[in-house]
C-alpha cells in the first residue's frame, strides 16, 4: 500500500508540533497523537508492513525509546525478531556502544553483543520515529555493523529534511522517510 497525498496529509496532521521542547528553538514532533489515533498508526503500520514484508528481514532494531513503539509493532506483523538499541547503561547482558552527537546534547547507545547471533546472515531494519542530524541512526547503523549484522535500510517516521541528516547515514545504509517534514 503506497500512500497517497491524502495519506501523507492525514499522518503529518496526526503528529503535534510542540515549540520550544525540551530546550528553546527545537520543535518536537510529538508522535502520541499519531499512536492514540488508531486510524493514523494503522496506516502507517500498514504501509511499512507492506513495504517491508519483501526484504526477507530476519530481525528488527529500534531506537530508544519511540523506535522502540513502530518496532516491536512492526517485527510482529513480519514475523521477524525484535532487537531493542538501548541509552547507555539499561542493557542487563554484555554490550557493544557508540558515543554521537545529537540535535540537543550528546549521548551514547548500546547494543547487546549477541543481540543477532539467534541467526545465520541477520538481516536487520533499523527502526526510529524521527531523524534530525542522524547522529543517533549512524550510531546505531554502525552497532549492528559491529555485532556482525547486515543493516539493510534505515527507516523513519520523519525526516527533518533541513538538517540533511540522512545523506552520512546512506553511506552505511539504505533510508527511508515516510513523511518528510521542511
Ligand atoms: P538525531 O540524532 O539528531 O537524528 O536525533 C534523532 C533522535 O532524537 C530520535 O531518536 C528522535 O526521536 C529525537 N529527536 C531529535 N529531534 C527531534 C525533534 N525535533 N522532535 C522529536 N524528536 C526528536
Request: proline share 3%; with cysteine.
Amino acid at each position: 500500500m503506497t500512500l497517497n497525498m491524502h495519506d501523507k496529509e492525514f499522518l503529518i496532521r496526526s503528529i503535534r508540533d510542540i515549540p520550544d521542547f525540551p530546550k528553546p528553538g527545537i520543535v518536537f514532533k510529538d508522535i502520541t497523537t499519531l499512536l492514540n489515533n488508531k486510524d493514523a498508526y494503522a496506516l502507517l503500520m500498514n504501509h511499512l508492513k507492506e513495504r517491508y514484508q519483501s526484504y526477507n528481514l530476519t530481525h528488527i532494531a529500534g531506537i530508544d525509546a519511540r523506535g522502540f513503539i513502530f518496532g516491536a509493532a512492526l517485527a510482529q506483523m513480519l514475523g521477524v525478531g525484535f532487537v531493542p538499541i538501548r541509552k547507555k547503561g539499561k542493557l542487563p547482558y554484555t554490550t557493544v556502544s557508540e558515543k554521537y552527537a545529537l540535535e540537543y546534547g550528546v549521548d551514547e547507545v548500546e547494543i547487546h553483543i549477541d543481540a543477532f547471533s539467534n541467526v545465520q546472515n541477520p538481516k536487520v531494519l533499523l527502526i526510529d520515529d524521527l531523524i534530525a542530524t542522524g547522529g543517533t541512526a549512524y550510531a546505531a547503523a554502525n552497532l549492528i555493523n559491529k555485532v556482525g549484522a547486515e543493516c539493510v535500510e534505515a527507516c523513519f517516521i520523519m525526516g527533518l529534511d533541513f538538517l540533511s541528516g540522512q545523506s552520512k547515514l546512506r553511506e552505511l545504509t539504505e533510508v527511508y522517510t515516510v513523511i518528510g517534514v521542511d
